[in-house]
Nanobody, 114 residues
Framework: QVKLVESGGGSVQPGGSLRLSCAAS????????MGWYRQVPGKQPDLVAG???????TYGLSVKGRFTISRDKDKNTVTLQMNNLEPEDTAVYYC????????WGQGTQVSVSS
């Protein structure tokens, strides 16, 4: 069983920054690409940033140049540095494997508004 715990969300004004962290524990298949997803009400989680087992990042078009994903394989942690946040980034953010496991963590809320 894999446990995913996200943290670091909050409320910021447009242009602000947040740093999200994810701690993964349990039987994680290795090597496993991992990613950050976000979900808005009424929609499925959407992958916004991913990182391969070798550390190569990929980003969705809407966050490229503003978000940076990184991982510490030894600690099984994945972080998402989010800069220049926009109101459209408001969502619940989750980390998961790519493709995602059937179970999700509790997520962390990110709210961007003036």
């Amino acid at each position: 069983q894999v446990k995913l715990v996200e943290s670091g969300g909050g409320s910021v004004q447009p242009g602000g920054s947040l740093r999200l962290s994810c701690a993964a524990s349990g039987s994680i298949p290795t090597p496993s690409p991992m990613g950050w997803y976000r979900q808005v009400p009424g929609k499925q989680p959407d992958l916004v940033a991913g990182i391969s087992s070798r550390g190569g990042p990929t980003y969705g078009l809407s966050v490229k140049g503003r978000f940076t994903i990184s991982r510490d394989k030894d600690k099984n942690t994945v972080t998402l540095q989010m800069n220049n946040l926009e109101p459209e980034d408001t969502a619940v953010y989750y980390c998961n494997l790519i493709p995602p496991l059937g179970s999700w963590g509790q997520g962390t809320q990110v709210s961007v508004s003036s």
